[in-house]
């Protein structure tokens, strides 16, 4: 049975960082997409980073970049995601999720396999 569950969510401050994490249990992060998304009330969910198979290639949405960093632990079979300079609109509910496909991929329906979710509140 695959699990994926998040952790590492919380309330900061504008400006101030947090780092989520995702155990993977049921399937290998070193042999899958993995990917990490968020959803404000109200709107829909979005793409925010995905790491390929390899680990040697991160995509990221433009909204993030320079700001948070994927990345996994193959021996804890961990997926991190790590935000620094965070700003209010980065409030959302964070998911981490598996892509059935081999390269790199943004969109949610190309992902198959879903945490429940950690909340990160940001406040200015």
């Known amino acids: 049975q695959v699990q994926l569950v998040e952790s590492g969510g919380g309330l900061v401050q504008a400006g101030g960082s947090l780092r989520l994490s995702c155990t993977v249990s049921?399937?290998?992060?070193?042999?899958?997409?993995m990917g990490w998304f968020r959803q404000a009330p109200g709107k829909e969910r979005e793409f925010v980073a995905a790491i390929s198979r390899s680990g040697d290639t991160t995509d990221y949405a433009d909204s993030v970049k320079g700001r948070f960093t994927i990345s996994r632990d193959n021996a804890k079979n961990t997926v991190y995601l790590q935000m620094n300079k965070l700003k209010p609109e980065d409030t959302a509910v964070y998911y981490c999720?598996?892509?059935?496909?081999?390269?790199?991929?943004?969109?949610?329906?190309?992902?198959?396999?879903w945490g429940r979710g950690t909340q990160v509140t940001v406040s200015s």
């Open positions: 049921g399937l290998t992060v070193r042999s899958n997409v």
């Open positions: 999720a598996r892509s059935y496909y081999s390269s790199s991929r943004t969109a949610p329906e190309d992902y198959n396999y």
